[in-house]
């Protein structure tokens, strides 16, 4: 039979999942404004995609399923003087919306901070259950 | 009746319920971003009544008590965890686990003295 799941799995994969969430968005504000020679190779935003692992009736705890790299396109600008502009004299600026990333890199570290909440008081109840008769 | 229940009455079964409402909560909580996850929570009156009749275990009170959250909005991506209602509902799980831990204490402190005579 597997273990039981505890709280402390629940919560602490959990931030685990909240800190790949945290990496990628810095790897994608890292690489905003990033200038590549061509529309293939120019950086496009990644993002992890979260799935729930259960274990029995509303237990479950989350996980990163797979990396993906979103689909929002690379700008086009046109700078001949570029030492990487084409024969258009185009560079494609990477594909990262940088207030959306800031938005995401707000809430990752939100629920990062509630499930260290939800560790620290199950941990807190947890030390005055074992104190009991004592 | 088990020799548990003698000694500590409605209050053994209380705090593991209220130990498993506290596991439930907080996956809730973990899949707080997690598109399409459906916040599961037990009605805990319900669930203690389960468990109180004769017969009645913690397994099969949760079992019996388990269901959905409501929430108060939907959003687009499925997902039905209100991080405001699990907080607050976290909060309240587990000011009542403590107290239920008292009432334990309570009753240990009587057998205690009993047990000592003094």
């Known amino acids: 039979m597997e273990k039981p799941m505890t709280i402390f799995d629940i919560s602490g994969r959990a931030m685990s999942a909240q800190l790949v969430r945290l990496n990628a968005t810095a790897s994608n504000m890292a690489n905003a404004g990033s200038i590549s020679g061509s529309k293939e190779s120019a950086y496009r935003a990644i993002r992890p995609v979260f799935t729930p692992v259960t274990q029995g009736p509303g237990v479950a705890t989350v996980t990163v399923d797979r990396v993906v790299t979103s689909d929002t396109p690379a700008t086009k600008r046109h700078d001949p003087g570029h030492p990487l502009a084409d024969a258009n004299g185009d560079v494609w600026e990477a594909g990262v919306d940088s207030s959306a990333e800031l938005v995401d890199m707000v809430e990752a570290s939100r629920m990062y901070q509630n499930n260290v909440q939800v560790l620290q008081t199950a941990k807190t109840l947890m030390l005055e259950t074992i104190r009991l008769g004592k | ?118």
């Open chain 2, 1 to 118: 009746m088990a020799i548990e229940d003698q000694l500590f009455g409605i209050h053994g079964k209380a705090l593991a319920l209220r130990s498993q409402r506290l596991t439930l909560i907080a996956s809730n909580i973990a899949n707080a971003s997690t598109p399409g996850y459906k916040a599961q929570d037990i009605d805990f009156d319900k669930a203690l009544a389960a468990a109180t009749r004769d017969q009645g275990t913690v397994a099969g009170a949760l079992e019996k008590a388990m269901g959905y959250r409501v929430p108060l909005q939907s959003s687009a991506d499925g997902n039905t965890v209100e991080m405001s209602t699990e907080q607050t509902l976290f909060a309240e799980n587990a000011v009542k686990y403590r107290t239920t831990l008292s009432f334990l204490e309570g009753r240990l402190n009587t057998i205690t003295r009993a047990l000592k005579g003094e």
